[in-house]
Nanobody, 127 residues
Framework: QVQLVESGGGLVQAGGSLRVSCAAS????????MGWFRQAPGKEREFVAV????????NYADSVKGRFTISRDNAKNTVYLQMTSLKPEDTAVYYC????????????????????WGQGTQVTVSS
């Protein structure tokens, strides 16, 4: 089990950039797949991006591909989501989530595959 704390959310104008971070507790961070999800009011929580334990593999939702970049620093137990060219429809609460590599066969891209979640950080993009 890993505890996750997101930070870095805020208000930004359309076309702007923002980086959110997720700090994880524990000494086994480097053995987890880390995902970012988001949930807008009245909508289901949706997949945004995932990164493998080593950082070698990433996967993105089509809606953010080319605009968002997921990365991780295993020495700092932190995963990042760099967001550029932000749009009003990117407004949501952003959550990070963790899934252990030992229980993973394919790269996890649905919320049902993740066990541990942070509390979320609000990102608001104004038009």
């Amino acid at each position: 089990q890993v505890q996750l704390v997101e930070s870095g959310g805020g208000l930004v104008q359309a076309g702007g950039s923002l980086r959110v971070s997720c700090a994880a507790s524990g000494r086994t961070f480097s053995s987890y797949y880390m995902g970012w999800f988001r949930q807008a009011p009245g909508k289901e929580r949706e997949f945004v991006a995932v990164i493998s334990p080593s950082g070698a593999t990433t996967n993105y939702a089509d809606s953010v591909k080319g605009r968002f970049t997921i990365s991780r620093d295993n020495a700092k137990n932190t995963v990042y989501l760099q967001m550029t060219s932000l749009k009003p429809e990117d407004t949501a609460v952003y959550y990070c989530a963790a899934r252990p590599r030992a229980r993973t066969v394919v790269v996890p891209t649905t919320r049902y595959e993740y066990d541990d979640w942070g509390q979320g950080t609000q990102v608001t993009v104004s038009s």
